[in-house]
């Protein structure tokens, strides 16, 4: 059921990149369950991105054909790019997207896109790892899937469980002020949106669902996990500096009070100081063997411990109990010098009983003994840490934050265009379909937006 005369409720986007061969099947596919299944107006558009092969000219004739169907063409590759593009041009009430392969059984789509439409939730995702979702794929990528959210819970404090599902819809005010601040055009883009949508104290909907690996998936995997390790610190030390501004989105659209930045869970405190231990002990092993020969193991070893437990302190604090603002900061080094003491007693009497054990050791070894020791000092440095210097604050009711509401005029460029020219890769929309190239070229964007009815002839 697809009534015409009711205002447009929910856009499915398809971002394709070279998908000849599977665009039609799939879109046929995915219109015949929308028309049996949705009884909502819906459209489908398909968010074609800088493909190289017959996908534009097979878009086009689907959207001819179907008049349920719209294309967005980019010039621009990237499917974070196409689906800004795709869903800032639509009119619909909630934007969801599918991946081509249609991995995800569409029997999610229906509950997917419900709390939206309701106004209950502001995004949704699928989930393939919740216990009851069913998932089919190599042991590799579910092993890298399941080590990135473990990541993000670490790094970002995260509580959402499936950032890379190709299965998600939000709802379109809610997109309107998110994606000028998503900066990703690749496949971080999702990652990105749901930390910001989540840190600004946003309700996302998770919906687990059954998925089945594509074999001929276009993802590379390994140039992909570089790119969004880049991300999560990018996106980490944006939300540290205050750049992405989540209170001014709260103040718009939040559900629940933001006030002082989150602590995180016990996962992703270990998680945090583990990167940070790991860091201190490079650090401490260089400075040792920079010492050693001139003022001897001993001293070496307490001139590097204080070094590098002032600078792991202050990163403890800040990164990994997430303890910010000058407060206390005197108290808490000094808290961090009296466990640096126990540490250096852990150290030096390793040190002792190496030369009582084994005089005359070469620097070797003794860099060896001292490593060992450090790591079992950083595990009796982390219970202190967290159970004495960087205590949890007491549970209060925080006051609502004034703040002002996110500006229009933020300084950031929006990340859609519909330029008619076609410059950075956006084309003309036009009904049903996207116009480019020299039909496009000297009119201007008509700013109509698309319906579900069949597009006329450009």
């Not at 219109?31 to 092969?53: G, R």
């Not at 995800?104 to 789509?109: H, I, P, Q, R, S």
């Not at 950032?163 to 939000?170: D, L, T, V």
């Not at 193991?297 to 302190?313: H, V």
Request: include cysteine.
């Amino acid at each position: 059921m697809n009534p015409q005369e009711r205002p447009l409720a929910l856009d499915v986007v398809v971002p394709v990149y070279n998908e000849q061969v599977a665009l039609e099947p799939s879109i046929r596919r995915l219109t015949t369950y929308l028309a049996e299944a949705m009884t909502v107006p819906w459209q489908v558009t398909i968010a074609n991105n800088a493909s190289v092969d017959a996908t534009p000219q097979i878009a086009d004739a689907l959207a001819a054909e179907l008049a349920e169907v719209r294309v967005v063409h980019t010039l621009r590759k990237g499917r974070g790019h196409a689906l800004k593009l795709a869903w800032g041009s639509s009119a619909a009430q909630v934007l969801a997207y599918v991946d081509v392969d249609l991995s995800t059984d569409l029997a999610a789509l229906p509950p997917l896109v419900a709390p939206l439409l309701s106004g209950h939730s502001d995004v949704a995702i699928g989930t393939r790892l919740s216990r009851s979702s069913r998932v089919v794929r190599g042991g590799k990528r579910e092993f890298i899937s399941r080590s990135y959210n473990v990541l993000l819970h670490g790094m970002l404090g995260v509580t959402f469980s499936d950032a890379q599902c190709g299965f998600k819809a939000i709802r379109s005010d809610v997109a309107v002020v998110l994606l000028p601040l998503v900066h990703d055009d690749a496949w971080f883009f999702d990652t990105e949106l749901l930390v910001i949508a989540q840190r600004s104290g946003l309700r996302i909907h998770e919906v687990p669902v059954d998925w089945i690996d594509d074999l001929d998936s276009r993802v590379d995997i390994v140039p992909t996990i570089r790119q969004d390790l880049r991300g999560v610190l990018r996106v980490g030390r944006d939300l540290a500096r205050g750049v992405i501004p989540v209170q001014s989105v709260y103040a718009e659209l939040g559900r629940s009070p933001i006030g002082p930045v989150a602590r995180p869970s016990f996962l992703g405190q270990v998680v945090r100081f583990a990167l940070v231990g790991g860091l201190s002990t490079i650090v401490y092993a260089l400075l040792y063997l920079a010492f050693q020969g001139a003022l001897g193991a001993q001293a070496a070893n307490f001139t590097a411990l204080l070094i590098t437990t002032i600078a792991n302190t202050w990163a403890n604090r800040r990164f990994t109990f997430a303890v910010r603002g000058p407060e206390r900061a005197l108290i808490h080094q000094f808290q961090g010098l009296i466990v640096f003491g126990i540490a250096w007693a852990i150290t030096s009497g390793s040190l002792v009983a190496l030369t009582a054990l084994a005089p005359g050791a070469p620097t070797v070894v003794e860099l060896m003994v001292l490593t060992v020791a450090n790591l079992v000092a950083t595990m009796l440095r982390f219970v202190l840490l967290r159970r004495w210097v960087f205590t949890a604050p007491k549970r209060v009711t925080p006051a609502a934050p004034v703040v002002s509401h996110l500006s229009a005029a933020s300084g950031q460029e929006p990340a859609v265009s519909s330029d008619a020219t076609g410059r950075e890769g956006a084309g003309r929309v036009v009904t049903g379909r996207v116009v480019t190239g020299p039909e496009a070229t000297g009119r201007e964007a008509t700013g109509q937006k698309p319906t579900n009815q069949k597009a006329s002839a450009a």
